[in-house]
């Protein structure tokens, strides 16, 4: 497994931990990190990175449902998925799930999931992209999710999928997260990847760079991490330093929406 592919276990830790805590329901994060193999020797384990990783999925969950309450016969593709259980976490079912991820991830994955005429399952690295050429599309409305990857593939990476995004579906909607090029720098001292080795490539502090990158791509979200409302939910000490954090780290970690168009 790719050093990168190993910081899949932070999330899934987190999402377990926090879980387990009632701030984030996730039952299939805490029966994988309770019986699974790896040791997590290699995780930050704090309960600060935790709740960053909760909220991190609560967004991304909702961006989704919202997607799927619109568009119910849409095409939903995870890129990156690792363990992720969003695709039996939200409430709400798209006409298709497809999750994408290194052949041993998935390898990993198959013994949790199991695909069936609404899942499947992508082996394949996401600069590949003729991974495209496996998902079936008859003109559905798609939407792309790009949690947590964004960093380890290299700018010329990200606006060659974005392009290849557009060719293939003609209109899409891609979610992604980026590190500001502050925050990648400070990430050298403390981040919770470096314990694995994990480089990061792909930084922006302006989201039109991609536009720029991809000209038929729009911005069209451009949010926190840490909202108020998910702020709200925590208790004591918590919720005072992650007020300060979402105050002081707003322009360092963004998750960011863009509609892309066929150039066609």
Request: glycine share 4%; aromatic share 12%; net charge neutral.
């Amino acid at each position: 497994m790719t050093n990168e592919s190993k910081t899949l276990f932070i999330p899934l830790y987190g999402k377990a931990m926090m879980s387990k805590k009632g701030f984030f329901t996730d039952k299939t994060a805490e029966r994988i990190a309770d019986s699974c193999e790896y040791d997590f020797a290699d995780v930050d384990k704090s309960e600060k990175l935790a709740i960053y990783m909760a909220m991190r999925a609560m967004q991304y969950d909702e961006l989704a449902e919202q997607f799927i309450q619109k568009y119910p016969d849409s095409i939903i593709i995870h890129l990156g998925c690792g363990l992720d259980s969003r695709c039996v976490r939200l409430s709400h079912t798209p006409k298709m799930w497809y999750d994408l991820d290194f052949p041993d991830v998935i390898e990993l994955r198959k013994k949790y999931y199991t695909e069936n005429v609404h899942y499947g399952m992508i082996e394949s690295s996401v600069t590949d992209l003729q991974w495209l050429d496996s998902i079936d599309h008859k003109g559905e409305q798609v939407l792309v999710i790009a949690e947590g990857l964004s960093m380890y593939l290299t700018e010329d990476e990200v606006a060659a999928l974005m392009d290849a995004l557009g060719t293939k579906f003609g209109k899409v909607t891609l979610l992604m997260d980026a590190y500001s090029k502050a925050a990648a720098k400070l990430s050298k001292i403390k981040n919770p990847i470096n314990a694995v080795d994990a480089q990061i490539s792909f930084a922006m502090s302006d989201p039109t760079l991609l536009e720029q990158r991809c000209s038929n791509a729009k911005c069209v979200l451009n949010n926190d991490i840490i909202l108020p409302k998910y702020i709200e939910r925590l208790n004591g000490s918590w919720k005072t330093r992650f007020k300060f954090m979402g105050r002081f780290g707003a322009s360092f970690y963004r998750i960011y929406g863009y509609r892309i168009r066929s150039s066609t």
